[in-house]
């Protein structure tokens, strides 16, 4: 037998008699099992397109650039319908970039923050580049890239507005987390 905090020594014994139950329980109603949208968790031409010109800043190593196309599929699988048409119209892009930058960039989250802001106010960027700068931050290279490609391919107008929509949601796969201000 166990005394105390004394353990049982060589010729003591230990005796488990009895039957061990689990909790039961009663569910009464419905219980509804909504299947995912596989059909989500593919990506539109459109998609891969734009995906394979920020690939490059999603992340330097395998892992990276993996869970930046991962993240991307399971949060497109996760929209309702109308969230869903929005990445569809264009959407797709703001998302792209934000998820591309907390993947492959962490730790210059404040920064890609100010460039998305000044990116969605239609503020010069050169401007944003030169008050980051003025603070001691550096503006990465990727954070550089990616905006290069969006203002390239900024059809729809609606491209910095879905960068500040989908801000949020980015931070939360982020390795930096959500707590970060929204800008410098």
Known sequence: ??????????????????????PSFEVSGTLEVVQPDV??????DEEIAFARKIAPWAGHTPRRALRFVNVYRVVKASFRSDEARRLEEGGYRGLMAQLAITTGSPGH????????????????????????????KVVPSAVRAVIAVLEQDKSPDTVGSDLKYYAELARRYSFEGVDRPAHL
Do not use: C, H, K
Request: glycine share 10%; net charge negative; aromatic share 6%.
């Open 109 to 136: 989250g404040d920064v890609w923050d100010r460039l998305v802001s000044a990116f969605d106010n239609g503020e010069p960027l050169d401007q944003a580049y030169r008050e980051i700068e003025e603070t001691g």
């Open 1 to 22: 037998m166990v005394n105390g905090d004394r353990l049982p020594t060589t010729g003591s014994t230990i005796s488990l008699n009895g039957t061990l139950t689990a």
């Open 39 to 44: 059909e989500a968790l593919t990506l539109s």
